[in-house]
Nanobody, 125 residues
Framework: QVQLVDSGGGLVQAGGSLRLSCAASGRTFSGSVMGWFRQAPGKEREFVAAIRWTSSTHYADSVKGRFTLSRDNAKNTVYLQMNSLKPGDTAIYYC???????????????????WGQGTQVTVSS
């Protein structure tokens, strides 16, 4: 059974940092695109970042320069380091995995096959 487990969320003050983790089990995702999305109350789920098997990364404009996505294929885990957090970053963050190694639309949530359960990130002002 394939499973993605998100963790690392919490409450932090503006300007602070958090590191989210997404541990995959049930199959290897070393050749897959892994992504993070987030959903704030009353809003649609939006793209945050994605990383290819080559470790090349893509970021939403709103997080560029503040968030860093990395992967450890040996551990089947991806990490989202979030720095300089803002109240606008408050949301539930979801890890996702696509079976397509050549995925072009990394920001399209409909292109991902597996999802984590989500982890809450709250940034206070």
């Amino acid at each position: 059974q394939v499973q993605l487990v998100d963790s690392g969320g919490g409450l932090v003050q503006a300007g602070g940092s958090l590191r989210l983790s997404c541990a995959a089990s049930g199959r290897t995702f070393s050749g897959s695109v892994m992504g993070w999305f987030r959903q704030a109350p009353g809003k649609e789920r939006e793209f945050v970042a994605a990383i290819r098997w080559t470790s090349s990364t893509h970021y939403a404009d709103s997080v560029k320069g503040r968030f860093t996505l990395s992967r450890d294929n040996a551990k089947n885990t991806v990490y989202l380091q979030m720095n300089s957090l803002k109240p606008g970053d408050t949301a539930i963050y979801y890890c996702a995995a696509s079976l397509s190694s050549g995925l072009l639309e990394v920001g399209n949530r409909n292109k991902y096959n597996y999802w984590g359960q989500g982890t809450q990130v709250t940034v206070s002002s």
